[in-house]
């Protein structure tokens, strides 16, 4: 049986070139995320003695307004940033891609500067920036005659002020994805097109957004991961506030564990966020399934 | 030949384990000029004490960051020997009884005993837990209230005689406001100990003394933050949550309260006649004692916890907390070192560094510390921030609720 | 050939694409600006674009404060390190995972894709107590053998060998050509501008890491760059002429390095593609 012996020869090399990956990730990952599991059953600051309280930790969870509406501002940053970063990342991309432009290098480049910048170091300029008397983004509305805006001390902007950085970081990363994505489509499909005398948009529409599918879908997955465990901006910058008007779940759960050393109600939130991330990635797979299109 | 090989490497590790120096870790979460003069006393004390013991002082980042670092390896088993701990974050170290309580040195060494009364009062008593010694002051500031004296003579305001009270402070931005729609008297921000002194001044509190109360809706914390509003509300005060320096450092604002510590860094950066003058109060004379000590841990061997209780005699000693307060701007912590002539001169080429000295005598208070504080304060915090950006709230409905619900973690915790 | 569009549309793009340029590296731009003030500059107003003079005191004084030249090794050193293992351990398991056919194959896919939703606060502390007990505290290997391997790079490198065609491979094995031979002599060479995305990917985040290294590391001798940064922002005084300086010498040499590996990556995708 040949066939078979190929086959378990498949298998097994299979198995050897995935395993120390599987190995590393199971140990550096899954583990302590089972740890986080194991300790979400307790009452535990690491000083004191662990204490075994059953489910109380997700009972006080799924009863807690803070968590609530960390959620909530979560799925508002999410709904956000996710649609108009992939949006402004494809943009860009089609404009570098330009047959006719000159200095493609320097402007994907300059495009890409965000994604290289350590979030840190740049969530201390964006505060700078975002400063409602001396900041640079004030300054600049005034000349359109547009009134201060305290964007940080503001429970109405502050969250608008930590979308716009989160999506300024990522655009450069989607382009570059999608830039390689459009790469991919041949040309003679567009030349085509143009015999058809179709316009721009017909073509981008009926060519480029079908074809480029399956580099949304990882784009998009990819985004959306990114955006729902915003975390340094807010760190940075509101630490949650003002009015936990910028308290999204990371900041809730980091807050828990370090400084209020809730550790089994923090764990509670971290097996909570990862079995909801796992859902909404299985169902963007399951939905592009249908829409994904191959070459 | 073999017993005798066998003998002398014997006696080698022998030698090397007694003659091996004793290593004490010390975590500092400070940095600049800070870290680099602890650095420097480290250094002298290792010198010092060659072959008995090293020090060796390692950053464990901000006092937030600290926290992490610190809890990591205390479940791992790796804690550092002595670490710097922000006053309000160590509730639960006490709760779990992870500090070494000091008087066990203390009694067993009465040269170091007879000279415990030389530290400030105010710092011992706010380093004495149950009773007990817990930690040493190294960076302690207290709050000042800084003014820009030429706003204050623009206004026609005297700089030499600024506001005392709350309610003064209140009607000398009245008058700051004159001169511009761009002027205002008092900044405000979301500082803990700032928050908290303004509670006290107005004769409220946060908790109460047993640790067993949330008092945020008590009268005076009312007060206090109706006081602010209001100020807010007629545009002569100003919140500015993020960047204070920027603000503090453009020349608009009368006054603002801030570290002793932000003295130096006022001084070299503004462009204008700096002041610094006492905080204001209006029912109690009360500041909080800010800034971090340090603290040994417990659950290390007895000669090690010798060798760090050592160094935390050395780093408190008058020289040293003398040399510290001249190089930091924090203040001194012994009585002799802040009477000394090195600093005395201090005071009189600059009498602004002075005023945290005197204010630390007369009005200075340890702050909340308990286990859930951090998580209280939170919740203080953020009514605070509904309070300076709505400037319709009701300061009242707000405490109250915010009372209900840090009650509620005070009473699970 | 397509047609050059006229000027009427050319400049407007141009504008257009310049415009969103200045705008994305305002903060760039502020920082390099920054950098070179004096610290009494820094707040002023309204914003000064340019400083009034150019000081390098500040990338001098930065360098004294802490290690710099150190602290950049480390940093290069560590960053250096995981992007190399995980070109190897990323790239077999894509392999595995896109090529070969077995039993619990998509499983583990989801299992290692998985991984992307952990939260680095929330491993943190379990992390470090793992790694304590291998012995790596305060050492090269607790920062780098933690991230041998990562499911963002699994993920992207299966997309793109997803794409290559099957029937290289078979007409390989007619030739009695082995896994091993197939991976190194077909794979690898036809997927190298999407080992290079993701390399740089992986270079970036590991050289912008901050929170593991503070924890895990106490020894100066390991720190890396970004713990050496935060140093310039302290309780009441911040640098930030420093800090500012310190940071753009982190992020121009990785700048001037994608200028020119640009062209390699985009076009390396273009010969793979992404599939799912």
């Known amino acids: 049986m040949p066939f078979m012996r190929r086959r378990t020869r498949e298998a097994l090399a299979g198995w050897i070139f995935i395993s120390p990956a599987l190995v590393t990730q199971v140990l550096f990952i899954y583990f302590p995320l089972g740890w986080s599991f194991f300790v979400s059953f307790f009452r535990w600051n690491l000083i004191r003695p662990m204490r075994y309280i059953g489910f109380d930790n997700y009972t006080s969870m799924f009863t807690s307004s803070d968590f609530w509406h960390s959620l909530s501002v979560t799925f508002v940053y999410v709904a956000v940033t996710v649609p108009v970063s992939i949006f402004i990342g494809l943009l860009l991309a089609l404009l570098v891609n330009l047959p006719w432009l000159k200095g493609k290098g320097a402007f994907r480049t300059f495009f890409y500067v965000p994604v290289i910048t350590s979030m840190a170091a740049a969530a201390v300029i964006w505060a700078w920036i975002f400063e409602s008397n001396v900041g640079l983004l004030n300054y600049f509305l005034s000349w359109f005659g547009i009134k201060s805006i ?97 308290q999204v779940i990371t900041f809730y759960l980091y807050e828990n564990a370090f400084a209020y050393l809730k550790f089994g109600y923090a764990a509670a939130i971290s097996v909570f966020m990862f079995v909801l991330m796992i859902i909404f990635t299985l169902i963007q797979f399951r939905f592009s399934k249908k829409r994904v299109h191959y070459l | 030949m073999k017993k005798a090989v066998t003998t002398v490497v014997l006696l080698l590790c022998a030698m090397m384990i007694f003659a091996a120096p004793v290593k004490v870790i010390v975590w500092y979460a400070q940095t600049g000029v800070y870290s680099q003069t602890l650095l420097e006393l480290i250094d002298e004390f290792n010198k010092l004490n060659e072959g008995k013991i090293v020090v060796e002082g390692v950053y464990s980042g901000s006092y937030e960051d600290t926290m992490q670092k610190l809890v990591a390896s205390m479940v791992a088993g790796n804690l550092p020997h002595i670490a710097q701990i922000e006053q309000s974050r160590i509730g639960q170290f006490l709760d779990g009884d992870a500090f070494q309580n000091l008087d066990e040195f203390i009694n067993k060494d009465p040269e170091f005993k007879a000279t415990l009364s030389d530290f400030f009062p105010r710092f011992i008593s706010a380093n004495t837990f149950f009773g007990k010694l817990y930690g040493f002051p190294l960076n302690t500031s207290t709050p000042l209230m800084y003014i820009n004296r030429d706003v204050f003579r623009a206004a026609g ?41 303004y509670a006290w001044q107005f004769g409220g509190d946060i908790v109460s003394e047993d640790g067993m109360t949330v008092l945020l809706d008590s009268p005076g914390t009312v007060d206090a933050w109706k006081f602010f509003q209001k100020g807010l509300q007629e545009g002569v005060f100003v919140y500015s949550r993020t960047n204070g320096n920027a603000m503090d450092l453009s020349g608009k604002i009368g006054m603002v309260c801030r570290s002793t510590g932000s003295l130096a860094y006022l001084k070299e950066n503004a462009k204008f006649d700096l002041g610094a003058t006492f905080m204001p109060y209006q029912i109690k004379k009360a500041t909080p004692i800010g800034g971090a000590n340090i603290y040994m841990f417990k659950n290390k061997p007895q000669n090690e916890k010798q060798a760090a209780w050592e160094f935390m005699k050395f780093v408190t000693a008058t020289p040293n907390t003398k040399k510290w307060a001249l190089a930091t701007g924090y203040m001194a912590s012994r009585i002799s070192a802040y009477e000394s002539p090195e600093i005395q001169e201090l005071f009189s080429k600059d009498p602004r560094a002075e005023v945290t000295y005197l204010q630390l005598q007369e009005s200075a208070f340890r702050r909340p510390y308990i286990g859930p504080y951090r998580e209280i304060f939170n919740i203080m915090l953020s009514s605070w921030q509904t309070i300076m950006t709505d400037m319709n709230a009701d300061v009242e409905a707000v405490l109250k609720s915010a009372t209900e619900k840090a009650q509620k973690v005070l009473n699970e915790y | ?168 491979e078979e007409a390989a094995i007619i030739d009695g050509a082995g896994r091993v031979k197939i991976f190194f002599t077909i794979i690898l060479p036809l997927s190298k501008p999407a080992l290079w995305t993701m390399s740089l990917f992986t270079f970036i985040a590991h050289w912008n890491e901050y929170m593991w290294p503070l924890v895990s590391v106490s020894d100066p001798k390991y720190q890396m760059i970004q713990v050496g940064i935060s140093q310039f922002v302290s309780g009441w005084e911040t640098r930030w002429t420093y800090r500012m300086a310190a940071s753009a010498l982190t992020v121009v040499p990785i700048i001037i390095f994608f200028f020119f590996v640009q062209k390699q990556f985009v076009e390396g995708i273009s010969v793979s593609g992404i599939k799912e």
């Open chain 3, 1 to 168: 050939m397509r047609k050059i569009p006229s000027l009427w549309i050319r400049v407007p793009l141009y504008i257009v694409i310049i415009t969103i340029m200045l705008l994305v590296n305002l903060p760039f731009i502020w920082m390099l600006v920054t950098a070179f003030k004096h610290e009494s500059e820094v707040f002023s107003l309204p914003p000064r674009f340019y400083p009034d003079f150019f000081d390098f005191r500040n990338f001098a004084g930065a360098m004294e404060q802490i290690p710099m030249g150190r602290y950049l090794f480390n940093s290069l050193f560590v960053a250096l390190s995981v992007t190399l293992l995980q070109l190897v351990f990323n790239s077999f398991a894509a392999y595995g995972l896109s090529r070969l056919r077995f039993k619990g194959r998509d499983l583990i896919f989801l299992i290692l894709v998985g991984t992307l939703m952990v939260p680095p606060e929330v491993t943190l502390v379990p992390l470090y107590i793992i790694v304590k007990n291998l012995g790596m505290i305060d050492s090269y290997r607790v920062l780098i053998i933690p991230f041998m391997s990562s499911a963002f790079g699994i993920f992207l490198l299966r997309q793109f060998f997803l794409g290559i065609p099957r029937e290289l």
């Open chain 2, 157 to 197: 305001l005297d700089p030499d005689n600024p506001p005392r009270t709350w309610m003064e402070v209140y009607q000398a931005s009245k008058v700051i406001k004159t001169l511009g729609d761009d002027f205002y008297g008092y900044r405000l921000g979301d500082d803990d100990w700032i928050l908290e002194s």
């Open chain 1, 150 to 246: 305290n964007w940080l001390s503001d429970p109405n902007y502050a969250l608008v002020a930590m979308m716009i950085i989160g999506i300024w970081k990522r655009i450069g990363y989607n382009m570059v994805l999608f830039l390689a994505g459009l790469q991919v489509i041949p040309r003679t499909y567009y030349e085509a097109a143009d015999i058809d005398g179709a316009t721009p948009f017909k073509k981008f529409l009926s060519i480029t957004w079908p074809l480029l599918s399956p580099t949304t879908l990882f784009v998009t997955v990819m985004q959306f991961i990114a955006s729902f465990r915003v975390f340094v901006s807010v760190s940075v910058m509101t630490r949650g506030g003002p009015a936990q008007s910028t």
